[in-house]
């Protein structure tokens, strides 16, 4: 079998790298973050294997596909068809379910189209999407939504002033003109003046021709009133004006289960149909282990073979950790975990080899136990004859690789090349930061800050949480541990800051900003530095903005530039008069020290601390350099960072504040260990300046070096939601009855 051969690969920070992979085995790449792994790996392989099995399709159909880019590289011979696993979430809309995205939805609908009793059709009146089989109320959606008529009118004011408060619906807009020339109103009297006629007509009357409207009005336009307008155009099914509702209604819309079917999302005829008392909407809500018990009950002669299919399709997901989860929750909900676990369990059910399996850090978001689910599921893919690339921190996927390639030896422009390759027992004794980490004897928090007061807890109930109650001691680190889907962030981001509303919770969520939000806009110095330009050259400050005067007028300042294709998808490419800088080319011409804007906004942040000398600026990069966001550049735009970026970069902002009850949420997410140590001597600092740290993680470096431990389980879902261990990392590795602390042991032992 000939080994995938790479030749002068140049991606971003890449030295201009040649190698082979070698194929049906397991291939792990570390490296710090920044080193060049992802370039390698998704933007240089990824890119030229998804590019050319896109070449082999006609131009309308490539115009639909994943388009990665073209990568920078000389050759790559012996390539495979990839399949790119990554932890993007797989969202959809509210009618995208685990059911739907997995198949097992279209499997059960068959099943209860033939054994279901009475018959009531075949399987695709089982459909919440097909109008046969939707409930008419919601329309499938299981939920129903209204409009919330105090936010949506000012009733102190008239129709001319403004008294919709709506898009289009506003003085001067075009939906307006409906009830400004309908001849019902007096466009100037107050809402709150009307009589109980004149409301029902502006806000419930069905379509219909108005007896005397303006001379305005058009021959063949009906009057409506304003709710079911609103519902028509932004609420319903077959809705257009998506933009709208996402961006305005939010606060104006409330949603409630359905009370015709109770969120089943099924219409009553269908609901009928059962199998030994359940109908499928049962099934839908049952938990992935609850129903595979359910179908192996059912003896059904002829049918053995689509039971055992969705038995299997079903022991696969709970073989990943996620029987916790039922068919009916949507996907939007899921977490970039579950959502990449999910996508792998799709590939164990097809029966295609020779395959590239490209994976971005499966173990995210993962209790060890759970990632010992993914380690099997990985050796289960490359068994089947099948070339897998992992891109990985954790120290458990990184031990079972067949061939591993260790990129840096630091981040950025120090990174880029390759430090080791070889097997995992050689690594061992390499040179690099992954090499030293794996020769360095683990050891615990022998000596635990002591505590006087406590937060208490009481009575949680939310989600799976079974009634609990707890004290986290103040003004230590607390590690709050488990299984995902164990209830950690349920008690700790919900419950807590509910009863304690001082808590500041700092997670992965986006960070709010436009798309031409960059580090350096966050950090609130992007003025400063405009200024440093605006002085030296003698020209006004807004020239250095690409949200201002220094835009470039290709794109905007965007960086980006769109192509209309009409009927088929817009096409967004690099702007090429701008390279994506989003600054016009014109300011180029100005300098700083030497460098002009665009050269400064490439520079990473350490660079920018030889680069500067003003103290508040090196004291904001010093402080990310201290979070390991040394490698990311001034330029770097919001929208592109990871969720473990941004919560380092929130992190940044509160080492300045006064002290405070602190949460933080997987901080460890795409940390490389040699960066986790810097995050830890971070966490303590927090603490030894009087902060209540609060981590949830599953990260052992980090359990091992807490002052206390609360570990929550005993499973997921279900089969969690209680307290199973409180007090000292020493205390824990005595506790028979925590995963956590069997999984402790065994990483000191290591």
């Known amino acids: 079998m000939k080994n995938i051969i790479i030749t002068g690969a140049r991606q971003n920070n890449l030295k201009n790298i040649s190698l082979e992979l070698p194929k049906n085995q397991i291939t792990v790449f570390t490296g710090v973050s920044g080193s060049g792994k992802s370039s390698l790996v998704f933007l240089t392989i990824g890119a030229e294997a998804q590019r050319q099995i896109n070449e082999t399709h006609n131009s309308f159909v490539r115009n639909r596909l994943t388009h990665l880019g073209i990568a920078d590289v000389d050759k790559i011979e012996n390539l495979n068809v990839p399949i790119i696993i990554n932890q993007q979430k797989i969202g959809g809309n509210a009618r995208s379910t685990v059911g ?3 198949d097992i939805y279209a499997q059960l609908r068959l099943l209860y189209s033939r054994i279901g009793q009475p ?87 069905k379509e219909h021709k108005p007896a005397k409207p303006s001379e305005n009005w058009g021959k063949t336009v009906l009057y409506e009133g304003i709710i079911p307008r609103i519902e028509k155009a932004f609420l319903k099914k077959d809705s257009k004006e998506t933009d709208i509702r996402k961006d305005t209604l939010s606060d104006l819309v409330t949603a409630a289960t359905c009370p015709v079917c109770n969120g089943q999302r099924l219409n009553e005829k269908v609901l009928s149909c059962k199998i030994q008392g359940k109908n499928i909407a049962d099934c839908c809500s049952m938990a992935i282990d609850d129903l595979q ?13 689509l039971l055992q299919e969705l038995i299997k399709r079903l022991q696969n997901l709970i073989t990943i950790g996620l029987q916790y989860l039922t068919l009916n929750r949507t996907t939007a909900t899921l977490s970039g975990g579950e959502s990449q676990r999910i996508k792998m369990v799709k590939q164990l059910s097809n029966s295609l080899i020779d395959l590239l399996y490209i994976l971005d850090e499966p173990s995210v978001g993962l209790h060890p ?26 120290p458990d996927i990184i031990s079972i690789a067949d061939h591993i390639v260790d990129m840096g030896p630091e981040a950025g422009k120090q990174g880029g090349q390759i430090v080791y390759q070889g097997t995992f027992s050689g690594l061992k004794n390499s040179a690099g930061k992954t090499g030293r980490y794996f020769h360095t004897h683990p050891t615990y928090n022998q000596h635990p800050k002591s505590f006087t007061e406590s937060i208490q807890l009481s009575d949680a109930s939310m989600h799976n949480l079974k009634d609990v109650s707890v004290s986290i001691p103040l003004s230590v680190l607390t590690v709050v541990t488990g299984v995902a889907g164990s209830g950690k962030s349920t008690l700790i981001s919900e419950v807590l ?46 020239l250095f903005s690409n949200n201002s005067e220094g835009a470039c007028l290709a794109c905007n300042g965007t960086g980006i530039q769109k192509i209309d294709l009409a009927f088929m998808d817009d096409i967004e490419q690099v702007c090429d008069v701008c390279d994506g800088s989003g600054f016009n080319p014109e300011m180029l011409k100005y300098t700083y020290r030497g460098k002009n804007i665009v050269e400064l906004m490439q520079l990473t942040v350490l660079e920018a601390i030889e680069f500067f000398d003003e103290r508040n600026l090196l004291a904001d990069f010093e402080t990310l350099t201290k979070l390991g966001l040394h490698y990311i550049t001034l330029g770097q735009r919001l929208s592109s960072f990871s969720g473990g970026e941004r919560q380092r970069l929130k992190l940044s902002k509160e080492l300045k504040e006064q002290p405070a009850v602190l949460v933080l949420d997987e901080p460890s997410t795409g940390l490389h260990p040699s960066d986790t140590a810097k995050l830890l001597q971070v966490m303590h600092e927090l603490v030894d300046a009087g902060n209540t740290l609060i981590v949830i993680e599953h990260n052992l470096d980090i359990i091992s070096q807490a002052d206390w431990i609360i570990d ?26 925590s995963i956590t602390g069997r999984y402790l042991n065994a990483y000191l032992r290591r």
Request: with cysteine; net charge neutral; hydrophobic share 35%.
């Open 293 to 305: 018990v359910f179908l192996k009950s059912i003896h059904a002669k002829g049918y053995e073979t």
């Open 497 to 542: 800051p509910n009863q304690h509303p001082y808590t500041k919770v700092i997670d992965q969520s986006p960070i709010i900003g436009s798309i031409r939000s960059t580090l350096l806009t966050y950090l609130g110095v992007a003025d400063q530095i405009r200024r440093f330009y605006a002085e030296a050259n003698h020209v006004n400050a807004s």
């Open 369 to 394: 136990a759970d990632v010992d689910n993914i380690i099997n599921i990985i050796k289960q893919i490359r068994d089947k004859g099948n070339t897998v690339l992992v891109v990985e921190h954790d």
């Open 100 to 102: 739907t995205v997995t």
């Open 712 to 737: 929550m389980g005993p499973g997921a879902g279900k089969y969690g939601g209680k307290i199973v261990f409180e007090g000292t990392v020493a205390a824990l590795l005595q506790c028979e009855g």
């Open 119 to 205: 018959f009531v059709g075949y399987s695709n009146i089982f459909s919440f999407n097909n109008p046969a089989g939707m409930c008419p109320e919601c329309e499938g959606l299981g939920y129903v939504q209204s409009i919330n008529l105090n936010k949506l009118i000012d009733k102190s004011k008239s129709l001319n002033e403004g008294a919709i408060r709506f898009p289009t619906f506003q003085p001067g807009g075009w939906r307006l003109t409906r009830y400004t020339q309908s001849g019902y109103f007096d466009n100037d009297k107050i809402l709150k003046d009307y009589s109980k006629q004149e409301w029902d007509l502006l806000l419930y009357a």
